[in-house]
């Protein structure tokens, strides 16, 4: 670790360091600290432990990057990160450091959001919504913000009450007309809808997506092999081929 911290200290170096990581501000590298964690996410999807092995270096090296930057100003270093880290998982782990009792999984799990919600109290923190990041894919955002209203009461008491309201927003957007505006906000009503009733399933919506979207392009290159070993070109298929060999995509 402490190696690390020299390379980064190097590259920022002002005078011999990485004239692109010297350019690098908090704004600038947090595009990149995105995409790497969806790249770790990637490795663990695939299996591919070799893979997730380097993916995990590229997420530790954005948090040391952060930490040079802020460093750099004057606002914390790494060992604050990690001295901060280290508090809170003591804190939030009676069960295991303090010798609390220990009760089940779902007991500690609302242990752990109870201690969340008095650290927000104490930040003079209090709208139920606080603290979902604006920066979350659209799909983990639009369910963190129902599970946060959900633990007030306002939720749907089971899943047909989410399936009713998917099929009234349907009726909505088939209302809507050629309003591209109208329909932009039909659209987004349905797919908080959707994310709804996947989490009412006890399922993350942003893994039912990945996994959907797998899939299609799982189907979607048999067609093309398909296509191809029979020298056809995929551009002048028709529909109707496309549509046949889908369904033998899907058999297979």
Same mark, same amino acid.
């Given at each position: ?11 920022r170096?002002p ?11 908090f ?5 990149f600290t995105?995409?790497e964690a969806y790249e770790? @996410?990637?490795?663990? @999807? ?7 092995r380097?993916?995990?270096g590229?997420?530790l090296?954005? /948090? /040391?990057?952060?930490?040079r930057l802020a ?11 990690v ?8 804190r939030?782990?009676?069960? /295991?450091?303090a010798?609390?009792p220990i009760?089940?999984?779902?007991e ?7 201690m969340k919600?008095a650290e927000?109290r104490?930040?003079?923190q209090?709208?139920v919504l ?5 920066a979350?894919?659209?799909l983990?955002r639009?369910?963190?913000?129902q599970?946060r209203?959900?633990? /007030? ?7 047909q009450?989410v ?12 209302q809507a ?10 659209c987004?009503d349905?797919?908080f809808?959707?994310v ?11 893994e ?7 899939k299609f ?7 093309e ?8 070109d995929?551009?002048e298929?028709?529909l109707q081929?496309?549509d ?5 995509a899907k058999?297979?």
């Amino acid at each position: 670790m402490k190696a690390l911290l020299e390379i980064m200290a190097r590259l920022r170096d002002p005078e011999s360091g990485c004239p692109w990581d010297r350019a690098q501000t908090f704004e600038t590298i947090a595009p990149f600290t995105i995409e790497e964690a969806y790249e770790v @996410a990637e490795s663990i @999807a695939a299996g591919d432990h070799e893979e997730l092995r380097a993916e995990l270096g590229d997420l530790l090296f954005q /948090v /040391v990057f952060y930490a040079r930057l802020a460093e750099e100003r004057g606002l914390f270093d790494f060992d604050g990160v990690v001295a901060g880290i280290k508090e809170k998982m003591i804190r939030r782990h009676p069960h /295991v450091f303090a010798e609390a009792p220990i009760g089940s999984a779902e007991e500690q799990r609302r242990a752990w959001e109870e201690m969340k919600r008095a650290e927000r109290r104490d930040q003079a923190q209090h709208g139920v919504l606080d603290n979902v990041p604006q920066a979350l894919p659209a799909l983990t955002r639009a369910q963190k913000l129902q599970k946060r209203a959900s633990k /007030v009461g306002f939720d749907w008491p089971d899943r047909q009450g989410v399936i009713d309201k998917l099929q009234e927003e349907l009726r909505e957007l088939e209302q809507a007309g050629q309003d591209p505006e109208a329909l932009l906000e039909e659209c987004g009503d349905l797919l908080f809808s959707c994310v709804n009733l996947v989490r009412h399933c006890g399922l993350d919506a942003e893994e039912a997506l990945r996994r959907a979207n797998r899939k299609f392009e799982r189907r979607f290159r048999f067609i093309e092999s398909a296509l191809n070993a029979q020298g056809q070109d995929i551009h002048e298929a028709g529909l109707q081929t496309l549509d046949r060999l889908w369904d033998e995509a899907k058999s297979h």
